[in-house]
């Protein structure tokens, strides 16, 4: 019997699966996507139990993927099932219209969302900034939450903020329901003040990278360092986050105690990374992105998996001797001519309606 997927309220009336499925991966630019196909996997997942989707409006082509899962939960499983489905989306302006950005732009982007998900409300819409030294980004963010009021958006998030920038959030007033940050055993920055202030707050972590793209796996235990170029964005991207840890040498050493911890509880490495983070304090739910219905499984055995102490202080034991990364949430990432920033787009939003 499959074990059931662990669900927690993310705000009153809101429950979420603690496992949800990402949707970065069904971009393109990972591979060609058969876009028949991936329906059939998302239903998949959710007859599984993992009953909330993550995406994004600068996401090519993944909301209007999600539109037609909704599309095909209606008309085969019901008006039940279908509103049983959780689909949280970001609004991520472009980096090229911060300095003007207006009400209608927001506006305009959610309205965007509810067409190409076939919505009457938006479950959850998690806000991203490029650039602080941009000052308009409070302003938007509100302009968001007054949509939430009107009945457009349930819930406002946001993503890849930083422990200064979310205090500033609710100190003016909006109502945060999560934020979606980077967090894993490989990187913990979450940990240097935001994570405190988001459970001071009820403010849930949503996580992203758990698997570091899927370099905390079995398939990495034992390999030499990759050369580069990386197959795709995801891989240079957590190599990234793998050189910031202490370089490929500590990287297996930490790979070494996932998989006694695995051995130990008859599982994967992925599952005892993504297990690892999701016991980490604040955490909501964890984000596992994929290309097809292939490691579902795995997903949901992370969702059910328990660690004890003694595993988790061995996994410890192991990556408390990080050398990083360091900052805050998102810091390296805003360097937009620094290794991290670099490989960034930043203007993905001008795409047709």
Known sequence: MTAAV??????????????????????????????????????????????????????????????????????????ESAKRLRVHTKLVP??????TIERRDVEAIVDRSLRRLKMERLDLVQFHWWDYSEPRWLDALCWLDDLRAKGKVRLVGCTNFDTAHVRAILEAGVPLASTQVQYSVLDRRPENGLSALCRAHGVGLLCYGSVAGGFLSDRWLDRPEPAQPQANRSLVKY??????????????????????????????????????????PGVAAVIVGATSRAHLAANIAAGALKLTEGDRAEIEAVAIKRRGPKGDVYELERDRAGRHGSIMKYNLGAEPA
């Open 6 to 79: 662990e669900t927690c309220q993310l705000a009153s009336g809101y429950s979420i699966s603690r496992v949800v499925r990402g949707g970065w991966q069904l971009a393109g630019g990972h591979g060609a996507i058969d876009r028949e196909r991936a329906v059939d996997d998302l239903i998949a997942a959710f007859d599984a139990g993992v009953f909330t989707f993550d995406c994004a409006d600068i996401y090519t082509g993944v909301e209007e993927l999600y539109g037609a899962m909704r599309s095909r939960l209606l008309a085969t499983r019901g008006a």
């Open 94 to 99: 472009d980096l090229s219209i911060l300095r």
């Open 239 to 280: 190599k990234l986050i793998i050189d910031d840890f202490g370089g490929w040498t500590p990287f297996q050493e930490l790979l070494r105690a996932l998989r006694r911890v695995a051995d130990r509880r008859g599982c994967d490495i992925a599952s005892v990374a993504s297990r690892f983070a999701l016991d980490l």
